[in-house]
């Protein structure tokens, strides 16, 4: 098991950016595949992106493709989510996962954080 906190959310405006981070306990960090989820007021949970433990391999989501990217210090247990040209349809709670399968199912992660509002006015 290991225990993730985010934290770095905000109000931001339309346009701007915003760096989310996740800082996960245990010493095991780099083993586990690391995920971002959002969920909008009254929408489902949906899947931003996922970073394998080394690193090397990312995949994103196609609603934030070329805006959002990720990146992780194993050194320090820390995953990043940089978020550019932000838009008001990225507002939500933005939750941090880890699992050790990479998937877009929130299914296949079984460690979460309390999530962070991230806030883009128009």
């Known amino acids: 098991q290991v225990q993730l906190v985010e934290s770095g959310g905000g109000l931001v405006q339309a346009g701007g950016s915003l760096r989310l981070s996740c800082a996960a306990s245990g010493r095991t960090f780099s083993s586990y595949v690391m995920a971002w989820f959002r969920q909008a007021p009254g929408k489902e949970r949906e899947f931003v992106l996922w970073?394998?433990?080394?690193?090397?391999?990312?995949y994103y989501g196609d609603s934030v493709k070329g805006r959002f990217t990720t990146s992780r210090d194993n050194a320090k247990n820390t995953v990043y989510l940089e978020m550019n040209n932000l838009k008001s349809e990225d507002t939500a709670v933005y939750y941090c996962?880890?699992?050790?399968?990479?998937?877009?199912?929130?299914?296949?992660?079984?460690?979460w954080g309390q999530g962070t509002q991230v806030t883009v006015s128009s």
């Open positions: 996962a880890a699992g050790r399968v990479a998937e877009r199912s929130s299914a296949a992660y079984n460690n």
């Open positions: 970073i394998s433990g080394s690193g090397a391999t990312t």
